[in-house]
């Protein structure tokens, strides 16, 4: 078996990429990135190219699989491009579409999609777990969200009209030494935004625990979309508090005012909008995974929080 892995440089694939080449039956793994990755290993060949380039075909020849990781998660990445929403959407979108429909031309037989429960979005009326057949509904004003949406939505009409596998696996906040540092820096900060109760509920999932999901993608006869998620759902309030003996609650919208301030003055914080959620819950369902993918996560949602407080 031969993987492509997009976007090989990233956090994701640092945990992913190990595991990948200490599978017998996976010859060679292609990554490709626009920054050159850390990780060598003798099955391994590292492409430094654009998702958008028309010659991911070329490199394309031959593969059984595409593990799609390449995304654009921090704004603040693209420093002095961090408002350009067009540079965004067009990485994220149309160099999706890019490689899905190259893939197809190539006749890859899988694809998976590493997706995330933000296209469900937080909502007040939300049910208290989320499955995969909720529709999805896009949080506009968060970027992140809106391109993860837009590519699930080509993806509908993608999968009706090509025979390639597509599966669609949405992670809740991926946690972990190698993620995203403003996700770390989120949960190590002492604030939590004053609301009435109940407190509304939201999860994370350790880093390891999708790549172990990834794995399991690419080996068994699955297809569809699965959530990812540790248990219980907490609120972000108890979240803090596991990582701070005295947390320091404040009104949602100083928080915003502050948030968008920063964002404003010096991109610290990342784009505002995903605070709109904040008051309602988010939290899924993942025994779809337990049952096809036989995925159990390692580390509850306590854990993801509380390993993270050094």
Known sequence: MKVLVTGSSSHLASVLLPLLSELPQISQIRGIDLKPGTFNHPKFIENIIDIRDSKVSQLLEGYDTVIHLAFIVLRSSLKSQRKNRKLIHDINVNGSINIFQRAAGKNVKKIIHVSSAVVYGAWPDNLEKIRETQARKVMKGFSYA?????????????????????????????????????????????????????????????????????????ILNAQGAFNLAAEPAISFKEMIGLTHKISIPLPIKLLSFIHRNLWKISGAGEEPGWLSGMPYSLAVDSSKAARELNWQPKYTTKQCIQMLKN
């Open 146 to 218: 809106e391109d993860k949406n837009a590519v699930e939505d080509w993806l509908d009409t993608f999968e009706e009209t090509n025979t390639v596998n597509v599966i669609r696996l949405r992670p809740h906040v991926i946690l972990g030494p190698k993620s995203q540092p403003f996700l770390i820096s989120l949960i190590k900060q002492p604030f939590y935004p004053k609301l009435p109760a109940p407190q509304p509920l939201s999860q994370c999932v350790w880093e390891d625990d999708v790549a172990d999901a990834i794995i399991s993608a690419l």
